[in-house]
């Protein structure tokens, strides 16, 4: 029997035991909309507008931000099903048990923006709407005490585990959604869809802003990537792939509602830039209420979706952890990030920054383990993916002392162009006006890595015991392709 909502998940990264695989693509579903469809998403949702664009644009931006990122994100939930545990593990059959620390640390990086967005965001609202209810302005000590409290019940969640973070996803899907339609009243009388923009584009010109909004409403699918093993593994494998592909595909089409709430009433705020406290400022007060409820189980949506897979992960690393001891520290790492981040720094500034680190170091990493699962057949050994977890060497997925140097050379490369191609407020790299000034990093990353790993492994075939014995896919034996016999740390 599965684990109950009231008790704290015992499974770790080891495989799910095929009679506790209970979920369902639907469930799928309701976590990753859950996960999206919060405060987080409408912050994203905002920034296009903070940007300068005119609502029309945003709205193009955002459109195609969402699609292109659900497009890259669906195949991601191809391995869980198969594999038993988490995306980061899986990637060990394509980057190597070893390498596939690359995956744990885009997760982390994932992890600490969309917690650190979560519990921000959350906390304002609470603060505004305390301000504009009853008339208190406790200021940054009010601030300071919401996001603790806001960060301590998102870990709580988070050490309960799968069961306890469905069920928060469920009440989020439908209390979300009812709140944020609700929202057409609160504001349809004032919203202007005419809206022309600020008249000062963040970029300097109108394609550059263009392209940096939809790059940044890209960061939200792909955010997922990381994470959606951490659902799928309760999946069995029986499920099509069809509804496999369907279910996050359709959850990130369904965000278009936050994002949409978000562009429409950062049309109204003063202060793009001070959403948040813009928008209890102009909210009736009848409304104030629902907006610290869809803050409040949305940031704990979304902080447990990002925040759970990290520490499932780590506790693989580091195996003298236990998954709710890794929960806690990066819980804690990613505390300090949301103050200094606050309080220090400039955090639209901040946000924007990790969201372009997770596009172009993510969306590569995601491409070479798409490839890879073509390639392989779907064909994956669960017990091998556990060598390096087990402190064990040798097996299907050793390579090269645990690296696949081919994925690597593959995404390594992608990344770094990706990067000196960037063109954004906090991140631009020398090459960035090599297109006029519009940013292609995006275009660049992928292409890199789409055709560099495919290229390499015909170039330097990959061990023969990768493959489903007898598949076409399966090279020819030779010397230097038998498998490595696995033997004790």
Known sequence: MGDKVTEVEQHGIAPIPPEEQTSRPRDLFRMAFGGANTFATIILGTLPIAFGLSFRAAVAATVAGVVVGALVLSPMSLFGP?????????????????????????????????????????????????????????????????YGVIAIATLV?????????????????????????????????????????????????????????????????ISFGAFLGDWTRYIPARHSRRSLLAAPFLAQVATLLPFGFGIATATLVADPADYITGLTAISPLWYAIPLIVVALIGGLSTGTTSLYGTGLDFSSIFVKLSRVQATLLIGSL????????????????????????????????????MIGFVLRRGFYDPDDLQVFNQGRKGGRYWFTRGVNWRAMAAWIPATTLGLLTANTPMIAGPLKDVAGGVDISMVVTLCTAAIAYPVLVKLFPEPREVYRPGSAAEPAPGPDLEPQPQSAA
Do not use: K
Not at 109 to 117: K, N, R, Y
Not at 128 to 133: E, I, P
Not at 173 to 185: K, N, P, S
Not at 340 to 366: E, H, K, Q, R, Y
């Open 82 to 146: 198969l594999t038993r545990t988490n995306n980061a593990v899986s990637s060990g059959a394509h980057f190597g048990v070893v390498g596939r620390c690359v995956g744990s640390f885009l997760s982390l990086l994932t992890a600490i923006t969309f917690f650190a967005i979560s519990v921000w965001v959350s906390g304002d609202a609470v603060a505004g709407a305390a301000q504009r209810l009853f008339g208190f302005d406790g200021g940054e000590v009010l601030r300071g005490v919401a």
């Open 157 to 221: 969640v988070c050490i309960y585990g799968y069961r306890f973070m469905l069920l928060v996803n469920r009440v989020a899907v439908v209390l979300g959604t009812a709140i944020m339609l609700l929202g057409i009243i609160a504001y349809g009388g004032t919203f202007d869809p005419g809206f022309a923009g600020t008249g000062t584009y963040a970029l300097g010109g109108f394609w550059p802003t263009w392209i940096l909004a939809a790059l940044t409403t890209m960061a939200n699918p």
């Open 334 to 369: 990613s505390v300090v990030f949301i103050f200094v981040g606050n309080f220090v720094l400039d955090m639209v500034s901040s946000i924007n920054a990790f969201a372009t680190l997770i596009v172009l170091c993510t969306s590569p990493w995601m491409v070479i383990m």
